[in-house]
């Protein structure tokens, strides 16, 4: 089994929850009780979160619950991209200057990671175009960035599979291929592990008054911080990896046949749900 060297901490939804710092202040220190959904990867213990955290939740969940529907996570195929070049698509290629400029998709237009959020509000009208592909050099990068503006309302955003890796062998040679290892084939476990339990969710403090402004606010943060924030390499990982929280985010028989030590399978399109309307 090989693992790419570069590996995301997290899905975009857990990552707006856990990972990412709060910004602004907030008066209100109440709390709500909020259990999680009762699935074969949660615990019937509520969770005790922070009043903000609480509002994002419940209004993910009643506008579309994108983690856990059947568009996530968005993915094409880069042969369905080039049978669609020339047609109202738009190619967003968040590569860098210098990967780009090596070559890139006939049409697509370069943009830093950054830069997406006023890309989209303000330098085109998103809603005009049938599909808006990302494309990144593996396809990880472009994943996380498509779920975070699938969050923010843009429903016909994909990500090429595979990134520029599945576009021809060049690509897939210096990309994906290249970051390839069984260094830790070893290390791999077959034990099934436990969902956590009883561990609070962080109190976002935005200062904002609706779930729907909060995450705008926090899908904002999330892009000004970059992508380091968000990626770590799997030789860190591998050296202790219970400091992470690890979800393997698969079938049951690819989990089973064994996975990252402490990784905890989370059911696609099922658990990754924290109040009863999300992940049912």
């Known amino acids: 089994m090989k693992f790419f060297r570069m590996i995301f901490l997290l899905p975009a939804l857990p990552v707006i929850i856990f990972t990412a710092g709060c910004a602004g202040n907030s008066n209100d220190n109440s709390r709500v009780e909020i259990p999680l959904t009762k ?13 903000e955290t609480g509002m994002l939740l419940k209004d993910l969940a009643e506008n579309g619950d994108y983690v856990n529907s059947r568009e996530f996570p968005s993915l094409i195929k880069a042969s369905a991209v080039n049978e669609l070049i020339g047609t109202n698509i738009l190619v967003v290629d968040i590569r860098s200057t210098v990967e780009y400029s090596a070559g890139h998709i006939k049409g697509a237009v370069k943009k830093d ?5 006023a890309f989209f509000e303000s330098a085109i009208r998103p809603f005009e175009y049938d599909r808006i592909i990302i494309v990144s050099s593996d396809g990880q990068a472009a994943s996380y960035t498509t779920s975070l503006l699938r969050l923010m309302g843009y ?3 994909y990500s090429m599979r595979w990134g520029m890796s599945a576009w ?7 990309g994906w291929f290249a970051g390839c290892s069984a260094e830790y084939q070893e290390r791999i476990e077959t034990t099934v592990n436990e ?14 008054a609706t779930g729907e402004e909060i995450g705008i606010a926090r899908f904002t943060s999330l892009f000004s911080e970059g992508l380091d924030n968000v990626m770590i390499t799997s030789e860190d990982l591998f050296s202790d990896p219970s400091k992470y ?3 393997n985010y698969d079938r049951r028989d690819k989990y089973e046949s064994g996975h990252i030590p402490g990784a905890v399978r989370y059911k696609p399109g099922a658990t990754l749900g924290f109040i009863d309307e999300m992940g049912s």
């Open 39 to 51: 699935t074969e990867s949660s615990v019937s213990e509520p969770v005790t979160v922070g009043t």
């Open 113 to 117: 990671f950054g830069e997406l959020p």
């Open 155 to 157: 429903g016909n955003v």
């Open 168 to 174: 021809n062998s060049t690509y897939a040679t210096s």
């Open 195 to 208: 969902a956590w339990a009883g561990r609070k969710l962080p109190e976002l403090t935005t200062g904002m």
């Open 245 to 247: 929280y690890i979800i």
